[in-house]
């Protein structure tokens, strides 16, 4: 079932003296339960995609809909999980990752109950009255997504969550990020700029020109390693071929240009 429905979306920022087309004639459409990637080089437009999205810029051209309504009507449908976290420094964990069930009016004792448990589930039980300065990166990225799913948001935005972690966090992360969203069925777009990353956490993968951002292409990951996590995809024979093929479009993106 579709999900989320793009259609010919344009995007021009005007300023007084320059307009600046950010997005070109992007249409696609994500299916429930379905991980996408959007790939591309800098300033090619995948943050002004999410934030149109996200219903926070209204396009030039274009729309989009989200279980066939209009994107406005749904933004608290919508969960961010970004490259900072954006936990409250002075709430205790417990009190950041039941703000949003508290400023939507749905704080119930089951849905606490429910979101006390997935913290455990991300091995931060005992963690519950410090505060965010007393975790690591990655323990903060995993309150972050606590907090995003906590509201069941239908859709979920990941703006490079990963990129400010060290290596091996930001494996173990995706891992993790990415079993969570299976057993939930969340539907959930990724942006980053890290091509490996994209194979082995996506479904599908969208390609984009430079700036205007176009999809150039998109990209059908395997079964093989659509089924198994992302740091076993890392280490699956087909992995370094699909590598081989991204690089090369991007290659020929830049020597276009
Ligand atoms: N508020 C704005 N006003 C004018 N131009 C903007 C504005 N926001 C973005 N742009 C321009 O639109 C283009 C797309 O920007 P955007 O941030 O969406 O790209 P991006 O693909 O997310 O980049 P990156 O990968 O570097 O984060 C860029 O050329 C940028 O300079």
Same mark, same amino acid.
């Given at each position: ?14 300023? &007084? ?10 249409s ?17 437009? &995948?943050?002004?995609?999410?934030? $149109?999205?996200?219903?926070?810029? &209204? ?8 279980e066939?309504?209009?994107?406005? &009507? ?7 999980m @970004? ?13 950041? $990752? ?35 300065s ?5 323990? !903060? ?5 606590? !907090? ?15 990129s400010?972690?060290?290596? *091996? ?10 079993d969570?969203?299976?057993?939930f ?15 082995a956490?996506?479904? !599908? ?5 430079? !700036?205007?951002?176009k $999809? @150039? ?14 740091? *076993? ?10 590598? *081989?093929?991204?690089?090369k479009?991007?290659?020929? $993106?830049?020597?276009?240009?």
């Amino acid at each position: 079932m579709v999900l989320l429905k793009i259609e010919g979306i344009h995007h021009t920022y005007f300023t &007084k003296s320059s307009a600046t087309t950010a997005l070109s004639d992007i249409s696609l459409t994500v299916e429930e339960g379905e991980f996408v990637s959007f790939l591309g080089p800098s300033g090619c437009g &995948k943050t002004t995609l999410l934030s $149109i999205i996200a219903g926070l810029i &209204k396009p030039t051209e274009g729309s989009i809909t989200l279980e066939d309504q209009p994107i406005e &009507k749904l933004k608290s449908q919508i969960g961010y999980m @970004l490259q900072q976290d954006y936990l409250f420094p002075w709430k205790t964990i417990e009190e950041n $990752i039941l703000l949003g069930l508290k400023l939507n009016n749905l704080l119930t004792s089951k849905k606490k109950q429910d979101t006390l448990r997935l913290l455990d589930q991300m091995g931060l039980s005992g963690f519950e009255k410090q505060y965010p300065s007393q975790l690591s990166g990655g323990m !903060r990225q995993r309150v972050a997504l606590v !907090r995003t799913l906590a509201t069941e948001p239908k859709l979920l935005m990941l703006d490079e969550p990963f990129s400010a972690l060290d290596y *091996q966090t930001k494996l173990r992360l995706e891992d993790l990020v990415s079993d969570t969203l299976k057993t939930f069925h969340k539907t959930a777009i990724l942006v980053t700029h890290d091509i490996g990353e994209a194979i082995a956490m996506s479904d !599908r993968i969208f390609l984009f020109s430079p !700036r205007p951002g176009k $999809i @150039l292409k998109s990209f059908s990951i395997p079964e093989e390693l659509r089924t198994i996590s992302p740091f *076993q995809a890392r280490n699956h024979e087909l992995y370094p071929e699909i590598f *081989q093929t991204i690089w090369k479009e991007l290659e020929q $993106i830049e020597t276009n240009q």
